[in-house]
């Protein structure tokens, strides 16, 4: 009798590891200032600390229940209630996950059908073409503008979606404001062509909105379900990760009309059961924090940026100031011959400092090879070693 041969799922050769977290993995092996992973290297807020020490101490230590403690929930529902004026409600229209990256994949599953389509802004956070693929969906890939604040075409784009209609029409849309990796923001008018092409063409939009609390220059952030008519039919992702330093404790969470958190949830159940319970807690905590706490978050993000942004000008990178989020994208064309990949590997090896390769951010290599993406999301002391290091570079 012939052994069964082994193989490896299709859908699991279809894309590669993580491409950062691989960076990581470099940054570590030689001893080099990860820029790449977007985690920071200080610590986070004490009181948020002290909430989930408290948490454990206090037994919360079993099974929370399996869609987001109720205190955490509620907790949710007040913070968009006082943000936006968002009535949610905790019960049937908020789920914890384990964070932001188990929301996407939980949602993706639960409105996206084998062989549907899934609209995707380019660059794009690497997650978001595995996660298409994993559902049995395909990717539409459409790229932003650096030369526009990467901004889309509004015709060429109802033009993309208007040819899928043929094929079946696009199924949802990925919406990552502000965005990883160019931090973009996109504006109020950009979220009403997309609110409506999303009703005319009757598709869903999912969004990541992780980074709404870090946000610059008088720029902010809106999220796009408060539009007419866009309450059914989107996904809002959001989640502690970034907001309170905290990537390390997974806890994010998603806000969808009913009939969609009763799919979600079944998803989620069966994805990993429930997020940590004395961490959940200790969330439920610092969604209470004033206003003030999110002011200085972006007073702190924003003396950082501007930091990397000069220095890399000396070096004589082109970059795009990022106006959300802790990332910035820089073209390597005036620094180096390489290609990304090749740069990014002589920049670990020889330079000791990680970034990511641009390419990772989109579906066709060729199209990010000039670039690379530099997080800032670090102690100053640590930028600055990180500064000398890349001044070596320069012509």
Known sequence: MEKASKRIADKAAQFTESVIREMTRLAQRYNAINLAQG?????????????????????????????????????????????????IDPE????????????????????????????????FYENYGPDAVIAGASPVFFPLDPDSN????????EQVIRREQNDGGIRALILNSPNNPTGKVFSLEELGCLGEFARRYNFYVITDEIYEHIIYDGHRHFPIALLPGMKERTVTISGLSKTFSVTGWRIGYIIAPNDLTNAIRKMHDFISVGAAAPL???????????????????????????????????????????YGAYYIMADIRSVTDLIDVAFAKLLVEEYGVAVVPGSSFYHTPESGQHLVRFAFCKTLDLLETAGERLLRLKK
């Open 280 to 322: 959940q807690e200790a969330a439920a905590r610092a969604l209470t924090e004033d206003r003030s706490y999110y002011q200085e978050l972006s007073s702190l993000y924003v003396e950082k940026r501007d930091f990397t942004l000069e220095i890399l000008k000396e070096v004589g990178f082109r970059s795009w100031k990022p």
């Open 150 to 157: 990467w901004s889309f075409d509004p015709v060429q784009l």
């Open 39 to 87: 985690f920071p290297n200080f610590s986070a807020p004490q009181f948020i600390k002290d909430a989930a020490c408290e948490a454990i101490q206090a037994n919360i230590n079993q099974y929370s229940i399996t869609w987001g403690s109720q205190s955490l929930r509620n907790s949710v529902s007040r913070k968009y209630a006082d943000f936006y004026g968002w009535d």
């Open 92 to 123: 049937k229209e908020i789920t914890v996950c384990c964070g932001a990256t188990e929301c996407m994949i939980a949602t993706i599953l639960a409105v996206v059908n084998p062989g549907d389509k899934v609209l995707v802004f380019e660059p």
